[in-house]
Structures are given as structure tokens and as C-alpha cells.
């Protein structure tokens, strides 16, 4: 009985999260990748999906962005089989769904934002007593004016 209790008390959840930035491109920099300029998007909206081995969707969520457009995505329920295709850098992507700004509210694909953008990991974790999160990143995302010019400026 000894063991048994031994093995709960030092069992850790550990979390994967995913974190970002979502911003709203400047007209200077349309076509481009660049987010010089650029401001955050408070209330944007990203969704985190994951696909398993055969490709099919394993996790799907949205998540918003705080006042200062960044994303913190506790992935709960994401479960994580031994196969290395499931791990998240490999099967979890990051896409952009709406922007809360009328006049920025059109896709770019900054990063692959339209169609996802996968996950680095930077060696970020953080601890608690029984908890452990594995943070990744992705981004930064970037909606776009609908109102920039596409003729050159001279």
C-alpha cells in the first residue's frame, strides 16, 4: 500500500499549452510578412487543432486573445499517445477565425496563419507542486486592413 500511495503523490499533471501573439497588419506592409507597425488585436480569435497518425482532427478548441492580443491555449483533454506523429510540435496547429476590429478583420497569411501554423518549442516551462505545463509557441499571427490600397506607393 506504501508503493501505491508513493506513486500518487509524486504522479504530475503536465499540460501542453500553446501561446501567442495576434496582430493587425499595417497597410506599409501588405503582401508581406513583415509586422513592423503592426498592433495587437485584443478578443481575436485562433483555434488550436491537432490531428492523430491517420490525419483525422484528435483536438479542436478556440481561444481568445487577452487586451494585449496574446493567447494562452491550455490544451485540456489533449491527450499525447507514444507515437511521435501525435506530439504536438509534429500534429497541433495554430489558425486564425475572427478578428473583433471591422477594419482589420481579413486573414493574412503571416506564418501561416490561414492554414496553420505549427508550434515551436523554446524551452519554456513552467511548475507547481503536482503541475507541470510544456509551453509552445506560435506565431506571431496577423489580420489584415481591408481598406490598404493595392496600387504601389510612390
Known amino acids: 500500500m506504501a508503493a501505491h500511495e508513493n506513486a500518487t503523490a509524486t ?6 499549452v500553446v501561446e501567442g501573439m495576434v496582430y493587425c497588419q ?4 501588405y503582401g508581406t510578412w513583415s509586422l513592423s507597425e503592426a498592433e495587437t488585436i485584443a478578443s481575436a480569435k485562433v483555434s488550436v487543432i491537432c490531428k492523430n497518425e491517420k490525419d483525422q482532427v484528435s483536438y479542436y478548441k478556440s481561444f481568445q486573445t487577452n487586451d494585449n492580443g496574446y493567447f494562452y491555449a491550455q ?6 499517445n507514444n507515437c511521435l506523429v501525435e506530439h504536438p510540435l509534429q500534429s497541433c496547429s495554430v489558425k ?9 478583420s481579413l486573414l493574412s497569411n ?3 496563419g490561414m492554414y496553420g501554423a505549427s508550434l515551436r518549442y523554446e524551452r ?6 503536482s503541475y507541470e ?3 509552445y509557441a506560435a506565431g506571431p ?3 489584415r486592413p481591408s481598406n490598404c490600397s493595392t496600387t504601389t506607393q510612390e
Open 11 to 16: 504522479e504530475r499533471k503536465v499540460d501542453v
Open 26 to 29: 499595417s497597410c506599409e506592409h
Open 75 to 80: 490544451l485540456e483533454g489533449f491527450k499525447m
Open 96 to 104: 486564425l477565425l475572427s478578428s473583433p476590429l471591422e477594419n482589420c
Open 110 to 112: 503571416v506564418n501561416y
Open 124 to 129: 519554456k516551462k513552467l511548475f507547481g507542486k
Open 133 to 135: 505545463a510544456v509551453i
Open 141 to 143: 499571427l496577423a489580420f
